[in-house]
């Protein structure tokens, strides 16, 4: 499902093989960017969310966006394997499953379509039409899949810009994996909806979960046949662009989530019941993410108001926050450091990708990610593409797709020509207290003496003229 799984971790483990290929057994620095002509616009995401996939026994990235192309790129190679081509632009991440023992990479595109290929070699398995074409149909947004028990779960937002039949409808369509076939969809809200998520609660029910972009919450039950039946839902108090996190925190399931009222919000997954709530002080407009550090349950999100930030899921308490130099955008990636240490990473405003010690909050390290495609970013439009990390001890590594058009690989340890200098607060208040002594010691008074106007000395007026 979105994120990897239904935490939000976003990490896939991967061990290199004792035996190394010609391209060798680690994963290395590499940035790509796509082909052809780009079509960007404001609103839009350049990239999606990386999804992570180990085939065949080497680490690989499926991920697309505005070029409306899905790329497979083998990290040992430093090579695209595979792309195909679609009509419209990818905005969110793909999903890998199992399909007959081999493995197959789902997603939808603003083609109006679903596509399923080999993701070893790009093969087509089958494509399904969600809805007609219509000559006042003004776009279709499609989110990533979620994957379950031969079914493929997928939201999708469609309008119509007819002023005789002006429809917005926002739906889960339910397909078989096997052949695409459309097995029901159902009208989940009026609106644009976020990707689903599932779980299998404590008595072995599986529950789905969709957000609706009007803050409005649904859990679903599905049915052997035809559209689910809805358990519960709850109403946030503002918008939400991302999708909830699931969690089970000492045998209670959660559902975690953030509007843009600058709330976090924590829900008993098989009631509804509100557990507790959290403010911050701006929007939050992505994902959380939910794990153990050192055996206790944690929740890692960021917000506008530049802040990352670590609560404890059984009450909701901020364990610790971290101020970045950006605004956050990204959902959080929790994953295992080269040394086993917990660490998490998030994409901020000021086009760094910081990895910070899950436990402290101590900024590891961060990477510049370059600048945006456009002259500004307009927030609160879209979910800008997250990352996700492959763990796999020393060579544990970073997959980005940055919103200056380009898809970074980044390595945690060793030299990585994007790592950026990392300063504490500490180190910038010294700095700033260094510069001010500076100029009230040594240049203010330099350019005083510089500027001082000089003073002439006229002759004497003799006594006579008196």
């Known amino acids: 499902m979105q994120r990897g799984d239904a935490a939000g971790t976003a990490a896939t483990a991967w061990e290199p093989s004792p035996c190394p290929t010609p391209e060798g057994d680690s994963i290395r620095e590499w940035q790509i960017s796509p082909r052809g002509t780009r079509k960007y616009r404001r609103g839009l995401a ?106 493929l779960y997928l939201g999708v937002f469609v309008y119509d810009k007819s002023m005789a039949r002006n429809d917005q409808k926002g739906w889960l369509f339910a397909l078989d994996m096997r052949t695409g076939r459309e097995l029901w969809r159902f ?79 924590a829900y008993d997954a098989r009631t509804g019941q509100p557990l507790w709530k959290r403010m911050t002080g701006n929007w939050i407009d992505n994902n959380a993410c939910a794990g153990l550090v050192d055996g206790a349950p944690r929740i890692f999100f960021g917000s506008h108001d530049y802040q990352f930030y670590c609560l404890d899921a059984r009450t909701g308490d901020t364990l610790w926050r971290r101020g970045l130099g950006g605004e956050i955008y990204s959902a959080p990636c929790l994953f ?58 020393p060579q544990t590594a970073l997959v980005h797709g940055s919103m200056d058009g380009n898809v970074y690989v980044l390595p945690i340890a060793g030299e990585v020509s994007l790592r950026a200098q990392v300063r504490s607060a500490a180190t910038l208040w010294k700095s700033l207290a260094v510069t001010a002594l500076l100029f009230g010691g040594v240049i203010l008074p330099v350019l005083l003496r510089v500027t001082r106007p000089a003073v002439s000395r006229l002759p004497a007026t003799p006594d006579s003229f008196r």
């Not at 649904?218 to 039946?229: I, N, Q």
């Not at 989530?257 to 919000?265: D, T």
């Open 46 to 151: 350049v990239w999606g969310s990386p999804a992570l996939a180990v085939i065949d026994d080497r680490p690989m990235v499926f991920i697309g966006g505005c070029d409306q192309t899905l790329h497979a790129l083998d990290l040992l190679a430093k090579e695209e394997r595979w792309a195909k081509i679609t009509n419209g632009d990818i905005g969110d991440a793909p999903a890998i499953g199992d399909l007959d023992g081999r493995s197959v990479v789902f997603w939808g595109s603003s083609d109006r379509f679903v596509y399923a290929h080999d993701a070893r070699d790009g093969r087509r398995v089958w494509t399904h039409e969600l809805v007609p074409p219509s000559p006042t149909l003004g776009g279709v947004e499609t989110t990533a899949p979620l994957l379950h028990g031969g079914i």
């Open 187 to 265: 009208e989940a809200s009026q609106g644009p909806v976020g990707a689903p998520v599932g779980m299998i609660l404590p008595d072995g029910r599986f529950r789905l979960f969709l957000a609706a972009r009007r803050g409005q919450v649904l859990a679903l039950d599905p049915a052997p046949a035809g559209p689910p039946a809805t358990a519960w839902s709850a109403q946030m108090p503002h918008e939400v662009l991302g999708s909830p996190a699931l969690f089970a925190a000492d045998g209670v399931p959660m559902l975690i989530l953030g509007s843009k009222f600058g709330a976090l919000h």
């Open 336 to 393: 295992p450091g080269p040394d086993g240490q917990p660490l998490v990473a998030a994409a901020a405003l000021d086009n760094h990708l910081y990895v910070m010690d899950a436990r402290t909050g101590r900024v590891e390290t961060s990477y510049f990610t370059g600048n945006p495609v456009w002259d500004k970013v307009t927030k609160g439009e879209t979910l800008w593409g997250s990352p996700a990390a492959f763990a796999a001890g």
